[in-house]
């Protein structure tokens, strides 16, 4: 990786940034020179990143940067043309996305895609598909296994849904809930799939101060009960800098900058790329 | 009053043949997203199936009818499989052509195996029946086995789909492909098996639908294909409860407009009023009205 050896305060490669706790363990996620072109588009070109074990980590930039295609390629919705991505030391090269999230990666999405005509519950549910299994005769002639079956993703169900303090929301249909309880619900969905990283796509998209204060506060709080890493895509400055340990800035497809908040804020390229080039004072 | 409540029989047993294969129609295309124009031609294969075990294998009635349940479960696999999935990611246009296309292989297959000839298909069900009101009203025994199938597979299926994993797994694709898949549902497992359930509610509504009516032919199964898709838009297409409660009405519609209008305008009678429901509500009694986001 050649990407801005000159400026010194940006840590290449982005392993430097793993927080200390996860060192020395085995990273969850590592793309290397991940890229995709639609047609003559590089979309994403030569993108690297490593995600700890238990980190939390922004993705940022501009809007058209290709945020959005990193987590695509990232949970197999497209194949890259170019770099590899590895998921708990292994390769999923040829993955296909329902692959990919059995082996522990899991999104939510920037516009929400709930499944509106079933109620919170059973959303959660899709989520415990793979979880909680049973057969399909079983589920048909309603044997044992069916009803425990059953049980044990009701139960898990409602374990999920008191982090956000939603029990009571459980028969609600997904579709009628207020905007910010259909982001919790979503992220609750995906982590029903027992992921070991979950995917953010703009959590905070439409949420007031005080809700994305309290987002913030969630998303510590589920890394540290489920032990899992985070990456999140947002535009809310505060709540990434608030939240995540390492930051990696892309635009044009490229990533321009890795670092933590601090380093991140004061990088002149950063700042370029969000608010044009300073001019020179005459 | 007897003739009134005969005819209301015979509309709740034909509507419940015709909820039980609208729902095939609306289960496969609320998963798969297509018309399965093939669907009433598997009812005629099942039907097939039935007579040729119990006319040429001497195999007992119930015991046909459970051959062909297996069967047209497997074609439904099959034709998913074979002609459907190679389709997944083409145009809606290039599949419906290819249903119409399976539709006119089952009709030519059956005519090459079975003949051009009329079979007469005896009943699977036979213990007489029973009669109300001092004998005036008669309710043939093919009648109560058809309205409680329909009970029973509007039951069952209900349930399966709202409180089972795999029926879970169906409204969710049903509602969003991409979405499902990420949280790591198997999207060509679920339509697969969805063409299986299909398939085998057509195979009961085959066995049915020919108990009462006794002739069997290879083009036996698209009129109440027809008339069974018009049911599924009727109550509102990809809906299970609007595919039960279209299938009832059309069959009482039928029946009532047959035997008070006209015998001859009976058909045209349930098209006019599916003309009608659908220039009130567009996406059919029961189905949600979904406005364009600007």
């Known amino acids: 990786m050649k990407l801005n050896s000159d400026v010194k305060m940006v840590p290449v490669p982005s392993h430097s940034i793993i927080p200390e706790r996860d060192s020395g363990k085995p990273v969850v996620l590592e793309a290397n020179h991940l890229g995709i072109q639609f047609g003559g588009l590089k979309a994403v070109d030569d993108f690297n990143l490593t995600i700890g074990r238990t980190e939390i980590a922004g993705l940022i930039g501009p809007n058209g940067a290709g945020k959005t295609t990193v987590f695509n390629l990232l949970t197999k919705v497209y194949q890259p043309t170019t770099g590899t991505v590895l998921l708990d030391g292994k390769d999923t090269a040829g993955m296909s996305v329902v692959d990919a999230n059995r082996m522990g990666i899991a999104r939510t999405f920037q516009n929400i895609r709930l499944f509106d005509k079933m109620t919170v519950e059973d959303n959660i549910r899709i989520g415990l598909h793979n979880q909680v299994r049973y057969g399909m005769l079983p589920g048909i002639l309603r044997l044992p296994s069916y009803w425990q079956g059953e049980k044990k993703q009701h139960q898990r169900a409602m374990e999920l849904l008191h982090i956000f303090n939603m029990e009571d929301l459980a028969d609600v249909r997904a579709g009628s809930l207020p905007y910010g309880a259909q982001r919790r619900l ?14 953010l796509d703009e959590p905070a998209a439409g949420m007031n101060p005080t809700e994305t204060e309290e987002l913030m506060r969630t998303i510590a709080r589920i890394r540290d009960e489920f032990q899992i890493a985070i990456l999140l895509i947002e535009h809310d400055m505060s709540l990434v800098m608030g939240v995540c340990e390492g930051i990696c800035v892309l635009n044009f497809g490229r990533v321009i900058a890795k670092g933590t908040a601090e380093q991140i804020q004061n990088d002149p390229v950063v700042i370029e790329a969000y608010l044009g080039k300073q001019q020179e004072e005459a | 009053m007897i003739p009134f409540l005969t005819n209301l029989v015979n509309g709740i047993s034909l509507g419940s043949v015709y909820a039980i294969i609208a729902l095939g129609y609306s289960m496969v295309y609320g998963v798969a997203k297509m018309l399965n124009f093939a669907h009433g031609d598997v009812i005629m294969v099942a039907a097939y199936v039935s007579f040729t075990a119990t006319q040429y294998w001497g195999v007992p009635p119930l015991v046909s009818v459970l051959m062909s349940m297996v069967v047209c479960t497997l074609l439904g696999i099959t ?87 795999m029926g879970r797994a169906m409204r969710a694709v049903s509602e969003d492909k991409g979405a499902a898949q990420l949280m790591g549902i198997n ?41 069974a898709f018009t049911a599924a838009v009727f109550g509102g297409i990809g809906s299970i409860p609007g ?49 364009e986001k600007v």
Do not use: H
């Open chain 1, 186 to 199: 979503e992220i609750l969905r995906a982590l029903a799939t027992n992921p070991k990283l979950l995917l």
């Open chain 2, 79 to 165: 034709i998913e499989g074979l002609a459907y999935k190679p389709l997944r990611q083409a145009g809606s246009l290039a599949v419906l052509i290819t249903a119409i296309g399976v539709s006119y292989l089952l009709q030519n297959l059956a005519l090459l195996i079975w003949g051009a000839n009329p079979k007469v298909f005896t009943s699977v069900v036979d213990f007489g029946g029973i009669r109300l009101f001092g004998g005036e009203l008669v309710i043939s025994d093919e009648i109560i086995v058809t309205i409680i199938s329909g009970i029973a597979v509007m039951l069952l299926l209900t349930w399966f789909t709202g409180k089972t994993k």
């Open chain 2, 187 to 227: 999207v060509n497992f679920t339509i697969s098996l969805t063409f299986a359930i299909g398939s085998f509610l057509a195979a009961i509504a085959g066995v049915l639908l020919c108990s009462s009516y006794n002739t069997l032919m290879p083009t036996t199964g698209s009129m109440p294909g027809i008339k």
């Open chain 2, 243 to 291: 595919a039960m409660l279209g299938g009832l009405l059309l069959g009482l519609i039928e029946v009532f407009g047959g035997s008070y209008v006209s015998t001859e305008l009976a058909d045209a009678l349930v098209f006019a009023v599916l003309i009608i429901i659908l220039l009130l509500k567009p996406a059919g009694l029961l189905g949600k009205n979904v406005q």
